[in-house]
């Protein structure tokens, strides 16, 4: 597809991608595409002759062009799932040796198709091998099963007796982006040019004596460097930067950036440095930035964290204001959700268009929400984008979960979003092993809330933030303000040394209908919304929730 893609800019102007549909891409493509996309989305072998039932969600409008070619046959078997999908079942029989399926469509369907087989004689016994894509685990069709991993409570409900105890092969709805084209071209705002921009600082190491500097341009720009000297003082330090090519195919006006990593080590704690980006080669420098890094024995110091920003300008503008008002912020974090689409490059761009040069002087340290991972594909443009600590569960992708440790306070930073288990083991290392004051965890999905309660995270993270005394929870997700009383075992206590406070905060303009009251809750706003700044001075952590207009909307200390 990358080819087809590649192909399709050469040929048609942009001007013409709205009326690409089934019957242009069955023309335009060569006869060795048509074969691919009819024989390469799903491979297998098998050693008997099976019966292959395909299901094949029925509100998709046009059926994948391979499917009748391949002499599949549409039965009168239906298959359902708990949100009420109908899959027709298409069946055809294949002697032992390779079986081959097509791709799920052009357009971008989410239920795609998924398969199940068996044998022709019961008495066979199958064997399936060599399949591709090997990532995703065989299970057995019935009621009950599940066919998405990215969606992994929509349990089929109704299952054909005929096809019950087949291998039923399970999928990503994230799949249906793979020959993605109708209506699948998007054009960015913010396309990349020779200038260096999107600068954005993070750690992946102590803020004491590092710092790691990220930005973008356009693919012209062979190299990247930074240059770097102590504020005041004229001696120059070089920096070579890692180059990243990164590819957002459908983006028709800036589908490949050039993404540039610096990770600076040894410097000077407590030090203002000064520096710029840019190319040794073309001599092209951002503008003139700054960083500070952390001093050597400091246990005062102050942060801000933003609740879902979803790139809307709004959320831009509120980091403006976070930044005009707390000039001594050392650092940034936006509770996930930062985008609402992480697979799309655009929805980053305005996250950093949005919000200019705040991030190029401060260091941001996110987590991942649902929205920066989606459809079961990962979070690979996050992973691109941001350099971070490497210090997560084995389980867990590298960077998506992380821990660091600033002034008196640790920070654990968990990506919800991936497996809950594999995260507990790691959780009560961290927490046990750290001489910090404060300990402060960061994670999406709220597991108090009026809505949907985290009862897996209640289960396994809550009794660890119980144990070793976890100051402050913060999260996003359900678009609503909400900051609880102490707790501890899930009951309110009367102090903050019994047990810990849980916030939820939002960083986009939202009004969330039929709200419920929260026992738990000393403030909650169903509209508005903010950011938090943590002011840490030894012993005393003082909170403060600031709206959109700037006006304080909640505020309290802890004094340990
Ligand atoms: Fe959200
Ligand atoms: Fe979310």
């Known amino acids: 597809m990358d080819g087809v893609i590649t192909r399709l800019y050469e040929n048609v102007p942009a001007t013409q991608y709205d009326r690409i549909d089934d019957p242009f891409m069955l023309s335009f493509l060569t006869d060795d595409e048509k074969k691919i996309l009819a024989t390469r989305f799903l491979y297998f072998k098998v050693d008997v002759p099976v019966t292959v039932s395909l299901m094949r969600h029925k509100d998709q409008p046009v059926i994948p062009f391979w499917l009748t070619e391949a002499k599949f046959v549409k039965t009168d078997l239906v298959v359902k799932n708990a949100e009420g999908y109908v899959y027709e079942v298409w069946e055809r029989k294949y002697d032992a040796g ?3 399926l097509g791709i799920n469509g ?5 239920p795609v198709y998924f398969v199940s087989v068996a044998p022709q004689e019961s008495m066979d016994k199958l064997n399936i091998t060599d399949v591709y894509p090997s990532e995703f685990t065989m299970d057995t069709m019935k009621v009950g099963a599940f066919t998405y991993h990215d969606w992994s409570g929509l349990l089929l409900t109704d299952v054909p007796e005929k096809l019950v105890g087949q291998v039923l092969f399970t999928t990503v709805r994230g799949r249906a982006r793979e020959a993605h084209v109708i209506g699948g071209f998007r054009e960015t705002p913010f396309p990349s040019s020779a200038k260096p921009d999107q600068i954005m600082l993070t750690w992946n190491d102590s803020p004491k004596t590092s710092i790691n500097i990220q930005w973008r341009t356009n693919t012209t720009i062979p190299d990247g460097q930074v240059r770097y000297w102590i504020d005041g003082s004229s001696d120059t330090i070089t920096h070579l930067a890692s180059q990243l090519v990164v590819q957002d195919r459908m983006l028709f006006n800036d589908r490949y950036i050039h993404r540039y990593t610096a990770q600076i080590k040894n410097l000077i704690s407590g030090m203002k440095y000064s520096y710029q980006v840019g190319s040794q080669e073309n001599q092209i420098w951002s503008e003139v930035l700054t960083f500070q890094t952390e001093a050597a024995n400091t246990d005062k ?5 933003f609740g879902d920003t979803h790139t809307f300008p709004d959320s831009g503008k509120l980091v403006f204001l976070a930044d005009k008002q707390n ?3 050392a650092f940034y974090s936006i509770a996930g959700d930062m985008v609402s689409t992480g697979l799309y490059r655009d929805d980053w761009d305005k996250l950093f268009g949005n919000s ?3 991030f190029a002087r401060k260091p941001l340290m996110p987590v991942l929400g649902n929205h920066d991972r ?3 594909l990962g979070a690979q443009l996050y992973y691109d984008l941001f350099s971070l600590p490497e210090n997560g569960p084995e389980k867990v992708d590298a960077e998506a979960s992380y821990s660091f440790e600033y002034g008196n306070v640790m920070f654990l930073m968990i990506d919800a979003t991936s497996d809950v288990d594999s995260h507990t083991a790691w959780i009560e290392t961290k927490l046990s092993n750290t001489k910090a004051t404060w300990k402060f965890v960061m994670f999406h999905f709220p597991p108090y809330n009026f809505e949907e309660p985290y009862l897996d995270i209640q289960r396994s993270w ?9 100051d402050m929870v913060m999260g996003g997700h359900i678009h609503y303000y909400m900051r609880s009383r102490p707790m501890f075992d899930g009951k309110v206590v009367d102090s903050f040394k019994k047990g810990t406070v849980y916030a939820i905060s939002i960083s986009i303009p939202n009004r969330h209908s039929s709200m419920a009251a929260e026992p738990y809750a000393v403030k909650q706003y169903d509209e508005g919304y903010f950011y938090q700044r943590m002011a840490i001075d030894g012993n005393v952590m003082k909170y403060t929730t600031v ?4 006006v304080v909307k909640d505020e309290f200390v802890i004094r340990k």
């Not at 052009?106 to 989410?110: A, I, M, Q, S, T």
């Not at 709206?547 to 700037?550: C, F, T």
């Open 374 to 376: 989606q459809d079961g």
């Open 106 to 110: 052009f357009d971008k369907h989410r």
């Open 547 to 550: 709206d959109s207009d700037g």
């Open 356 to 358: 200019g040069s705040v």
């Open 98 to 100: 390779l079986v081959e």
């Open 327 to 329: 000039k001594d912020a």
């Open 462 to 470: 809550v009794p660890l933030f119980d144990k070793y005394h976890v």
């Open 301 to 305: 110091f102050s942060f801000v964290w």
